[in-house]
Structures are given as structure tokens and as C-alpha cells.
């Protein structure tokens, strides 16, 4: 693990980030990442914010927050770089983003994350969230003979079964 003996300044995001923030992110699943499909977008939304914290100038950490209806300031795609972990960063970019939410009257912020996410889940719960649901991810192959397709709500019957 790296030691930050810099400050962590957290700010907008700007379009020369990606590069950056795509490159210690492009394997955070085992199928990839979303980042690099929803960075134009985030980058471009008028009515939330992209976050990028940095130490030393270089880009190590990301979250975008989206404003929903009912004062709710959603966070999302929090990534940070591994190498700068358990140093503050996340907690950083959490402020700004519950910052940013308060700054266009919202009163309740939001995220998920997975279950399987310990990290996250420690992370989480000293920042003052509250569990409100939990779900399971679930898949299966197709049976024998059968072709996989998305459910539809005609499905919903027989998903229930």
C-alpha cells in the first residue's frame, strides 16, 4: 500500500481525468467497469457533479452524484485507485458529493453497493449511512434446449414460482 504523505484535494472532473481514472478502474469486475461508458455522460450533466480526488495531481479516485427527485442526491461509480485505499480519499469524495446534494436542497443522499464489498461496507457505515435494503444477485444458465433472454413482465408469474 502506498503511503499519501500529500493532501487530498477533491474537485470537478475534467474531460483530461479519464485516461487517469480509467486505467485503475477498467478491471473492477470481473467483466470490467461501466466508468469508462458513463464518464461522457457524467461529465456532461448540467444538474449533477463529477468528483475526481487527487494527490499530487494525479487523478486516484472518482464519484459522480446525480440529483434526483424529492431531494435526493444519489452517489455513484465511487472508484478509488488501489494503491491510495484506506487513506481518506473516498471519505473525502463522500463530503464533497453530500456537499454538493446539500448545495441543491437535498436532505437525504443515497448509494449502493454490493454485499460482497467489505471494503465498501466499512467504508460506508462510518459515514453515517444506514442500511435500508439489501438485495441478491442471482443467475443461472438456460435450461437444456432453451435460448437465455431478458424477463419481461409476462415472465413475473412464473419467475415468482
Same mark, same amino acid.
Given at each position: 500500500m502506498r503511503r499519501v504523505n500529500s493532501a487530498? %484535494?477533491? !474537485?470537478?472532473? !475534467?474531460?483530461? *481525468?479519464?485516461s487517469a481514472i480509467l486505467a485503475f478502474c477498467q478491471n473492477t469486475f470481473h467483466w470490467g467497469d461501466y466508468i469508462g461508458d458513463a464518464w461522457d455522460g457524467w461529465l456532461a450533466d448540467s444538474t449533477g457533479q463529477m468528483f475526481v480526488g487527487s494527490v *499530487? $495531481?494525479? =487523478?486516484? @479516485? /472518482?464519484?459522480?452524484?446525480? #440529483?434526483l427527485e424529492g431531494g435526493v442526491g444519489w452517489l455513484e461509480g465511487m472508484r478509488v485507485h488501489p494503491d491510495f485505499r484506506r487513506h481518506g480519499i473516498s471519505t473525502a469524495l463522500d463530503r464533497a458529493g453530500h456537499n454538493f446534494a446539500r448545495g441543491r436542497d437535498c436532505r437525504v443522499a443515497r448509494l449502493v453497493?454490493?454485499?460482497? %464489498?467489505?471494503? &465498501?461496507?466499512?467504508?460506508?457505515?462510518?459515514? @453515517?449511512?444506514? #442500511?435500508? &435494503? !439489501?438485495? @441478491?444477485?442471482?443467475?443461472?444458465?438456460?435450461? =437444456? @434446449?432453451?435460448?437465455? !433472454? #431478458?424477463?419481461?413482465? $409476462? *415472465? &413475473?408469474?412464473? #419467475? /415468482?414460482?
Open positions: 487530498i %484535494n477533491v !474537485r470537478a472532473a !475534467r474531460a483530461e *481525468d479519464k *499530487d $495531481d494525479k =487523478p486516484v @479516485g /472518482l464519484v459522480h452524484v446525480k #440529483i453497493t454490493s454485499e460482497k %464489498n467489505i471494503a &465498501a461496507q466499512k467504508t460506508i457505515a462510518t459515514q @453515517g449511512y444506514e #442500511i435500508i &435494503a !439489501r438485495f @441478491g444477485e442471482w443467475s443461472a444458465q438456460p435450461a =437444456p @434446449g432453451e435460448c437465455a !433472454r #431478458i424477463a419481461t413482465l $409476462d *415472465d &413475473a408469474e412464473k #419467475i /415468482l414460482e
